[in-house]
């Protein structure tokens, strides 16, 4: 493993096996890669945002008619 | 008179008026598909399953109905396939994975149960990416589906069993998703239309999600006219989906019939605006694809179409943008089987749903901040303009063993040279259409791509229509 994802493989180790799910040593790695990128990928974001965004995930609510939300 | 022989490959407007005036049987018409099918299916591997007996069934009903007076519209006695993600109400759906093998639904999807109001009959189910997360089709659970073209070559996906039997005449449409492509691309790919209509216009209840935030119902057939009319049945409000609801303000304008697929002959389509992205997010694309985009866009621009340049920066970032959303909300789905059953996944889908598992929160809602961001800007840059056009994907149908792809000295993987131009609209929920432009070198279909605002889906199949009309491209048969 890459000395500089040990310390991501480290957590995502604990994460996954938090939910039951134990990846061979070969997964793990290629876990911590693809993790390592999609952080740094994120971090492009930064430029084109600003803190009043709100997400563009929404809801409706609804109250059928037996009161039902 | 038309000839038996023709059948399967007729558009859905001429064949639904000679089911009309009775000069063709819904029972012979479906049974010519069965017949087809059962000769074509082994080379293909289209379907994951067929209803022959119900089918029949339903087309003896039909029959009997139009006979006494009683025709229900263009898709009555028509049949239709099914991507197997949707649910047919007592019938397996297993979204292309043996996880569902034993899942049997216990209603229809909204979009089934319009279909069979409008009288058509469900012809079977098709084959898909596993899961329908990816876009070449080759499940190692039920096998590649083959391009018509080229049986070395595969069909593109997710929806590429769809694809496929609607490009060999094996229904004369299909109901397909898209969450990056997955309708168009396997389109394109077999020579045929796909629809991707806006977000929130089409019902995905009862359909198997990949990630909500992201997933269409798409629409596979031989002409713009058959997916007019099929998105006239099944598009418009259901309470069971909430993302429909903001579609109510459009219903009396598009669905009012006409839609009716009239109203897509209604709009002046011979000055549109048009705008392409620069070369940055084109490039880079297979040579005689880029030959045949631009030769049909000097055809348009001959007729009275002006092309400008659309001034978009961040198509990279709607890349990423969706890398994240989709990784994050298919891994939230398949968390429990992956903790029970992580053997019945292939190796790269339990990668890619690892993955997913591992995104921080604040990430996946950063990636939805900036959606909302990029939506804006986008239609910000298309002010002014009516649509905007590109390549459907980067290549032709790469061959069934490909993993990489090299384009003008660039390697690619197959995956991105054939999403990387369908997935920003799927962030962005625009609608969009891929329709045949010409053949590569390799006799090959090539599609290209046409985009226009939300809920502008009537202007998008009016300018393809247009386009079909302009340029003489659309559906050929394969040589099959």
Known sequence: MVCEYENLANIIKARLASLGICPSKEELSKLSHDLNNLLKVSKTFDEILSYEEEPAVFFLLRVEDDGEV | MMEKYELPYLPIKEISEAVKTCEISPVDLTASVIKRIKRLNGLLNAYISVFEQSAIEVATKAEKEIRAGGWLGPLHGVPIALK?????????????????????????????????????????????????????????????????????RIAGGSSGGSAA???????????????????????????????????????????????????????????????????????????????????????????????????I??????????GVPNDKFLEPLQEDINELFWGSLKKLEDEGWQIHEIDFKHFEQLSACRYIILLTEAASLHARWLETNPELYSEELRHKLMLGLLVPSDVYLKAQKVRKVLIRDFLRAMKGLDIVVCPTTSVA??????????????ELSVRL?????????????????????????????????MVSWPFYDDLLLAAALTYEEITGNGYRRPPL
């Open chain 2, 265 to 274: 002959q209604n709009f002046n389509t011979r000055r549109l605006r048009v």
């Open chain 2, 165 to 263: 039997a609607v490009a060999s005449g094996m229904c004369f449409a299909s109901l397909g998703t898209d969450t990056g492509g997955s309708t168009r691309i396997p389109a394109a790919l077999c020579g045929i239309i796909g629809f991707k209509p806006t977000y929130g216009l089409v019902s995905k209840h009862g359909v198997f999600p990949l990630a909500w935030s992201l997933d269409h119902v798409g629409i596979l057939a031989r002409s713009v006219w058959d997916i007019g009319i099929l998105l006239e049945t099944i598009a418009g409000p259901d309470p069971a989906d909430i993302t429909t609801l903001i579609s109510k303000p459009f219903e009396a304008k598009l669905i009012s019939k006409p839609f009716e697929a009239k109203r």
């Open chain 2, 397 to 410: 149908a790469p061959r069934i063993s490909e993993e990489k792809i090299l384009i003008n000295g660039k």
């Open chain 2, 84 to 152: 197997d993600v949707f649910y047919v109400k007592n019938t397996i759906t297993t979204a292309g994975s043996p996880i569902l093998k034993d899942f049997i639904p216990k209603h229809d999807a909204s979009v089934v149960k319009m279909l069979r109001e409008a009288g058509a009959i469900l012809i079977g189910k098709t084959n898909l990416h596993e899961f329908a997360y990816g876009v070449t089709n080759v499940n190692p659970h039920f096998g590649a589906t083959k391009n018509p073209w080229n049986l070395d």
């Open chain 2, 417 to 449: 040279a054939l999403l990387r131009l369908t997935e920003p609209f799927n962030v962005l929920g625009l609608p969009a259409i891929s329709i045949p432009c010409g053949m590569s070198k390799d006799d090959l279909p090539v599609g290209l791509q």
